[in-house]
């Protein structure tokens, strides 16, 4: 469990990143991939419920 917050902490520092360029600096391309990082996020919190679930059982 420890490696998917790790990779969910990675993830959501990529989203960030892109997410203030394509704000602050009007990056289109910067904006896709905030969005790409996003769907991953999603992904990678729905596995981190199953775990954590499973995890109080």
Known sequence: MKELVEKINAEFAEFVKNA???VVKGN???????????LNLMK????????????TK
Not at 48 to 53: E, Y
């Open 20 to 22: 203030e360029a394509q």
């Open 28 to 38: 289109k391309a910067a904006g896709a991939r905030a969005r790409k990082a996003a």
């Open 44 to 55: 990678d919190f729905k596995d981190f419920r199953k775990v954590s679930v499973d995890a």
